[in-house]
T-cell receptor
Framework: EADIYQTPRYLVIGTGKKITLECSQT?????MYWYQQDPGMELHLIHY???????EKGDLSSESTVSRIRTEHFPLTLESARPSHTSQYLC??????????????FGSGTQLSVL | GEDVEQSLFLSVREGDSSVINCTYT??????LYWYKQEPGAGLQLLTY?????DMKQDQRLTVLLNKKDKHLSLRIADTQTGDSAIYFC????????????FGAGTRLFVKA
């Protein structure tokens, strides 16, 4: 059973607000990811981290930022939320891959609605 | 380019077999995966296959890989209502560094 947690589960917020989506894992995984999921669309990687103090932008351009100060914690921040940020945000982690094979463990997601 | 395509919906009757299909474009795939997402939950790894295999069976699940046609399928035998979920195909690419590309997911409806 994977131990990766995201809070809040749902968030409805007004335009211009600053928000932070939390993600924590208790598996000691080095790699962590943030994906954006919209209905009927591919999961898009927006940020990832190989470990503490490592953060990289993903394939999909995002106005969000991330930090990785502790292994277990990978929060995502939007400085000024807009309606175009409305989406499901999924956090994932993985142990050090054995060769090419990487198994991802996902949190339950945060459904963000910006009004 | 890197693209993974799946049909968006599949409806089957309880007890029938379900076959979910996926095509991918990049020939540098190393592993291919099926993830399952139940309502209100995150994705959960269901099964995976190494790219030099053509079949893998795990209880009710059978994965078939046709590397020549870049086609992956997931067969669920004796489909149950609890199998209703979104199924994501994903490929692990080696393009000078590894990355995982996901499809849009196939929503499986199981009718009682």
């Amino acid at each position: 059973e994977a131990d990766i947690y995201q809070t809040p589960r749902y968030l409805v917020i007004g335009t211009g607000k600053k928000i932070t989506l939390e993600c924590s894992q208790t598996m000691g995984h080095d790699k962590m990811y943030w994906y954006q999921q919209d209905p009927g669309m591919e999961l898009h990687l927006i940020h990832y981290s190989y470990g503490v103090n490592s953060t990289e932008k993903g394939d999909l351009s995002s106005e969000s930022t991330v930090s990785r100060i502790r292994t277990e914690h990978f929060p995502l921040t939007l400085e000024s939320a807009r309606p175009s940020h409305t989406s499901q945000y999924l956090c994932a982690s993985s142990a050090r891959p054995q060769g090419a094979n990487e198994k991802l463990f996902f949190g339950s997601g945060t459904q963000l609605s910006v009004l | 380019g890197e693209d993974v395509e799946q049909s968006l919906f599949l409806s089957v009757r309880e007890g029938d077999s379900s076959v979910i299909n996926c095509t991918y474009t990049d020939s540098s795939s190393t592993y291919l995966y099926w993830y399952k997402q139940e309502p209100g939950a995150g994705l959960q790894l269901l099964t995976y296959i190494f790219s030099n295999m053509d079949m893998k069976q795990d209880q009710r699940l059978t994965v078939l890989l046709n590397k020549k046609d870049k086609h992956l399928s997931l067969r669920i035998a004796d489909t149950q209502t609890g199998d209703s979920a979104i199924y994501f195909c994903a490929e692990r690419l080696n393009t000078g560094g590894f990355k995982t590309i996901f499809g849009a997911g196939t929503r499986l409806f199981v009718k009682a």
